[in-house]
């Protein structure tokens, strides 16, 4: 399996970016299909953005042109690129790999998005 570290994330004011970036390494990055969730306090963690092994996207809607996800195989690494935040868009951000029925998961990262 993968072993993942998110980093990147922090305070930032509404309307300004942060790039997200997770680390992976253990096996074979660039096999796998790699989401970032998000969960805010008291709510279920969400899908925010997933990249195919194949490099097909896909965000939900409420991240859809602000959000930018990418992967680099070569650095086995995938970035969440967020521009135009939201103070809606605070929360703890989950790197996910899959592959079948594997799935790892990193610590998270905090962002938090206030003036």
């Known amino acids: 399996q993968v072993q993942l570290v998110e980093s990147g994330g922090g305070l930032v004011q509404p309307g300004g970016s942060l790039r997200l970036s997770c680390a992976a390494s253990?096996?074979?990055?660039?096999?796998?299909?790699m989401n970032w969730y998000r969960q805010a306090p008291g709510k279920q963690r969400e899908l925010v953005a997933a990249?195919?092994?194949?490099?097909?996207?896909n965000y939900a809607d409420s991240v859809k042109g602000r959000f930018t996800i990418s992967r680099d195989n070569t650095k086995n690494t995938v970035y969440l690129q967020m521009n135009s935040l939201k103070p809606e868009d605070t929360a703890i951000y989950y790197c996910?790999?899959?592959?079948?029925?594997?799935?790892?998961w990193g610590q998270g990262t905090q962002v938090t998005v206030s003036s």
């Open positions: 996910n790999a899959v592959r079948g029925i594997l799935s790892s």
């Open positions: 253990g096996s074979i990055f660039s096999r796998y299909a």
């Open positions: 990249i195919t092994s194949g490099d097909d996207t």
